[in-house]
């Protein structure tokens, strides 16, 4: 079979698949989707070729399908889910020691690169789902998640759902407590949003100084009254 490479960080991962003996019907089916995912993963289309080596081991759990699952996740920038699947792979009874050594390397690689969030849910049990991605907490949850802003959400029949959004960089570990409240008691307050901060008052108009008031017009004295002339006799 083909084999599937590529140059990641540096890092080569190789992903081949020499199934060993199992169901016959579930080998021929997860052979042929591994075929045309490896046929997808050439051609660059990585969200057809993930969907297909996910069938394939799904029908043929062949711990070598999952490095190319992890390889396909790195191409498409989920280097957490990659992260996942690789410790996947070492877990595997029947991880090729020669290859662990390098899955390793990849690991330390994408430890710098993610973060990671420790979640505590009130009630044991719970469903909860960091980005949409789906788990059950029986305890305090480790995730392995991408650096970002990460949306955490906790649920279970009978309680109202808790959430929280958590900023996480690139090699930090967060913890994130989720409190589960029964339905029938009084929902959790929602934070007050932010009081808006009051619109600066407008500086008043400048006032305009008086206009200098002008001097009154100099009165002129009245002309003088001319006698007047006498009268002249009758002829």
Known sequence: MRLAAAVLGGLLVLATASPCRADAKGELEGRALFKEGNRKLEQGDYASALELFRSAY???PNAKILLNIGTTLRMMGREAEAAETYEQYLKDPKAEPKRKAEVRGILAELAKRIGVLRIEVSEPGARVRVDGRLFEATGVLVVKVD????SVLAEKDGFYPATATVTVAAGEEKKVALKLVRQGAPEPAKAPAPAKAPAPAKAPAPVRPPEPVRPAEPVRPAEPVKPAEPA????
């Open 147 to 150: 650096a970002g802003s990460r």
């Open 232 to 235: 002249r006799p009758a002829d």
């Open 58 to 60: 799904s029908r043929f």
